[in-house]
């Protein structure tokens, strides 16, 4: 039975995990619950020198003692070599201050106790360590916006010509690309995610979003949930914009992405119905298949952004071709059964354009008067494995050729 103290202090507990606001109060908060999972990895600690006298400095020195032979026995590696390595000075002081602490892996310790808590306060301590995620998102994305607008990332080249000192303005799309590529030198990320935190900050710093600015300061709408609401919002009028917001913000905080996403396409086909249009023009201009991206030893991904009928004709084919597959006894599962369709399919296209490309009439150079058939064409220029180049193009530019009549391709 717990003790109705250990409820109030657990009650109490959770009110402030929820209403405690996202920022420094709150990361304090939560540093102090977790700081108990942490013990000294080694005995030099320089707390042995602080008010709590030498009975704290033997405590701390006994748990790092512990700590490291119970690391042995369960075979953590040693950081402090491995983090010496690093090349950033600043990185390197960062990830040795860090190993100073690790995680205390003993039995009835750190863990433990943390999880004695109870499920209901650990449940809010996940929800308030999400919120200050967010927040800190909503902070990178406050100082990428700022950053664009430096002298630095907004000067150009210097025009030739005496007296060149004045500097040459950028356009807008040079600003992005110029910020973009400092920002993901310094996170060590792709200029594409650089210009993502980016986006998000500039458009969060307009005033039609200012209740989306608001959400995602508190914490209460992620990095993923506030950069679907621009993006979903992007090049609608400031009225619409704010009248959607208006409409889904409300429990957005409690809808998954794919869910925030419905409500958003709903309120904007309620609430601005005459934009729909222009809206479907502007989305399928965005269709792309991306490059592949390795995700893993001998596997790269790649990802198909598509006009909507065009996906689900795509997903009706895999399945029926998995489906198949299935029915007639192979033991393939059907997600690897779809991803082996793909590759199926390109490769009878691929073939089947070079098998026709070869079917076509045509005379080698050279070899009209030994041939038997009547010469065509005296240039044909052939490929490496003798497959002429103009019938393989013909053939593969004729799978999106906009005059077939059982296919239009968006725009």
């Not at 808590?117 to 650990?122: A, E, F, R, S, W």
């Not at 005296?378 to 906009?402: F, H, I, K, M, R």
Request: glycine residues 10%; proline residues 6%; hydrophobic residues 40%.
């Amino acid at each position: 039975m717990v003790p109705p103290g250990a409820e109030r202090e657990s009650a109490a507990l959770i009110e402030r995990l929820a209403e405690v606001p996202a920022g420094a109060e709150l990361a304090s908060l939560v540093e102090g619950l977790l700081a108990g999972m942490l013990v000294p990895t080694n005995s030099d600690d320089e707390a042995a020198d602080s008010a709590a006298g030498e009975a704290a400095a033997d405590a701390r020195a006994a748990d790092a003692v512990g700590a490291a032979e119970l690391a042995g026995l369960l075979g953590i590696p040693d950081t402090g070599e491995l983090f010496n390595t690093i090349t950033s000075p600043a990185d390197r002081i960062l990830a040795q201050t860090s190993a100073q602490q690790g995680v205390d892996w003993g039995q009835g310790t750190g863990l433990d106790r943390l999880a004695a808590l109870g499920g209901q306060v650990l449940s809010e301590l996940v929800a308030a360590c999400h919120r200050l995620v967010s927040w800190a998102s909503w902070c990178e994305s406050a100082a990428a916006a700022c950053l664009a607008r430096t002298p630095e990332m907004n000067r150009g080249a210097a025009p030739w010509g005496p007296g060149g000192r004045p500097e040459c303005l950028v356009t807008e799309e040079e600003r992005r690309f110029t910020t973009g590529g400092e920002i993901a030198c310094r996170l060590g990320t792709t200029r594409q995610g650089a210009c993502r935190i980016l986006d998000r900050g500039e458009a969060l710093l307009q005033p039609e979003f200012a209740a989306t600015e608001a959400l995602h300061r508190a914490g209460l709408l992620d990095a993923g949930k506030t950069a679907l609401v621009v993006r979903r919002l992007e090049g609608t009028g400031a009225e619409v914009s704010r009248a959607v917001q208006e409409r889904v913000l409300p429990r957005a905080s409690r809808r998954t992405t794919s869910q925030l996403a419905k409500d958003i396409d709903r309120a904007l086909a309620a609430l601005d119905p005459d934009g729909a249009g222009n809206r479907r023009k502007r989305n399928l201009a965005r269709r792309h298949v991306t490059r592949p991206r390795q995700a893993g030893e001998g596997v790269h991904e790649m990802r198909l952004l598509l006009p909507s009928l065009d996906a689900f004709l795509l997903d009706a084919t895999l399945d029926a071709i998995a489906a198949s597959a299935r029915a007639a006894g192979d033991e393939r599962s059907p997600a690897q059964l779809r991803a082996d369709a793909i590759t199926g399919m390109t490769l009878r296209t691929l073939q089947g354009s070079q098998y026709a490309a070869c079917r076509l009439p045509f005379t080698v150079p050279g070899s009209a008067s030994t041939s038997g058939g009547a010469p065509v064409s005296t240039g044909a220029q052939l490929l490496p494995d003798g497959v002429p180049l103009a019938g393989l193009l013909a053939g593969l530019s004729s799978l999106v050729e906009p005059g077939r009549p059982w296919w239009t391709p968006p725009g």
